[in-house]
């Protein structure tokens, strides 16, 4: 294998893959480097392995849904943005679908597919790509070129662009290296903190684990975010957990609480309640909900399963009516930042000029990706900042 390139990129994640694409794109000779044995183990695991590629949104949505760092990215996405990634992949073979909230899938509902599509430009475009190469050394020489140490090999390069992530989910490989380099070359990195997060729950978790509700709406500390909710053997997961992480302050004062039926308000339940009378207050719960949540409820309000509605006091129905709207539930705070999906924090913003990801201070040294002090909700809202900031570094 050759040792020297005009630029290296180091990770093999979404921004390295596509700053791998655009590098390559412009003729530069470019090599890849990647700890792991395969490119893209993280993003293989998005959209619960489907890979949520990106989001259809407006510009205003996507800067919405990245709560740190999306001012950042406006030279960013003039250049390149989420329906320029979804030309990239539609152009180069890939179909994709649009589901809920906006977020884009292969049609083939793998990520492998996305994966393949990223990797197959590479080789087309005459990328070197070296997996199972761990980086252990980053350095520059007196001739400006960066020496790349492996375990057996210095490569040399030009320019050298970091893609090595954040530091959540470190089995995926992504343990924190480039903040190593950033810090080696005296940039600032902010602090690392778990982002989209997991809630642990004091609650009875065994008797609603596993459940799956779409579009409820969870209301933490006057915050309501609507979207899909999943309860664990440890708590709440899914979407609106993960939003609402931002706001646990995990004190124990946490202000909580589930609206299962955001659509229908208490006097609509109330009113389909007193329509079916004759029949039993389970089997007119579960038309709204799930058996094993409506059966919850419902003992939870300390009515009994097979009682017929018209059996029951207007008490006990508005409580129960209350439950379903209004139900409280006890956070304890959010999983550690290896258990989270994101990492809040990293190599500080001021530190990097927003058209090109250089370093300000350190010449043809880039960064791209959740390395980056940027963190989005889940959604393909991080992916779509990974894919396009790695094409920005790759392409100047
Ligand atoms: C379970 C899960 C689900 C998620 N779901 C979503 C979602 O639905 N939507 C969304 O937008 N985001 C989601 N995310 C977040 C998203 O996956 C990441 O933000 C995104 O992968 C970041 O891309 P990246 O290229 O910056 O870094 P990564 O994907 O982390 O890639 C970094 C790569 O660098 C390599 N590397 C690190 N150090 C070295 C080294 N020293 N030498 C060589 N290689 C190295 C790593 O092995 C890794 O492959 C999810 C994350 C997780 C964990």
């Known amino acids: 294998m050759k040792t020297n390139y005009d630029t290296i990129i180091i990770g093999g994640g979404p921004a390295g893959m596509m700053a791998a694409v655009a590098s ?57 943005d989420n329906h320029d990634i979804i030309a990239f992949f539609e152009d180069n073979g890939t179909p994709l679908k649009i589901e809920d909230h906006g977020r884009v899938f292969p049609t083939t509902d793998k990520s492998q597919t996305i994966i393949s599509a990223l990797q197959a430009k590479m080789v087309e475009q005459g990328v070197t790509i070296a997996t199972n190469s761990e980086v252990l050394s980053t350095t520059k020489a007196d001739d400006g070129n960066f020496l790349v140490k492996t375990a057996d090999t210095t490569f040399t390069s030009r320019k050298l662009i970091v893609t090595t992530g ?38 009875p978790h065994k008797t609603l684990q596993g459940i799956s509700l779409r ?41 909580v609480t589930l609206d299962f039926l955001p659509t229908v308000s208490e006097d609509e339940l109330s009113d389909k309640f007193e ?53 409280p539930i006890k956070v304890t705070g959010t999983m550690s930042l290896a258990k989270s999906f994101v990492t809040a924090g990293g190599v500080d913003l001021s530190e990097i000029k927003p058209k090109t990801l250089m370093s300000k201070t350190v010449e043809n ?32």
């Not at 960064?367 to 790759?394: C, K, M, P, Q, R």
């Open 24 to 80: 390559s794109y412009y003729g530069h000779k470019t090599l890849m480097l990647e700890k792991n044995k395969k490119l893209g183990k993280k993003l293989s695991m998005t959209g619960g392995g489907r890979c949520n590629v990106t989001n259809n949104g407006t510009l205003e949505e996507i800067l919405e849904n990245i709560p740190h760092g999306g001012k950042f990215l406006y030279s960013t996405f003039a250049q390149f």
């Open 166 to 203: 954040g530091k959540s989910y470190p089995s995926t490989g992504s343990t924190g290296y480039g903040h190593d380099i950033a810090r080696h070359f005296k940039l600032k990195v902010t602090d690392l903190k778990p982002a989209e997060s997991p809630l642990t729950t004091d609650f």
């Open 215 to 255: 579009e409820i709406t969870l209301t933490i500390n006057n915050h309501p975010i609507t979207h899909d909710l999943l309860f664990t053997h440890f708590g709440l997961s899914g979407p609106a957990a993960l939003r609402a992480s931002t706001f646990v302050t995990g004190n124990g004062t946490d202000d």
């Open 275 to 327: 329509e079916l009378r004759d029949k039993s207050v389970k089997n007119v719960a579960k038309l709204l909900l799930q058996e094993r949540l409506a059966e919850f409820l419902i003992t939870t309000a300390g009515i009994d399963l097979d009682a017929k509605v018209k059996q029951i006091s207007v008490k006990k129905l508005t409580e129960l009516f209350h439950l379903m709207k209004s139900f």
């Open 365 to 396: 040294l880039h960064f791209a990706g959740e390395v980056l002090d940027i963190n989005a909700h889940t959604g393909g809202y991080n992916i779509t900042s990974a894919l396009a900031t790695g094409w920005v570094a790759g392409i100047s």
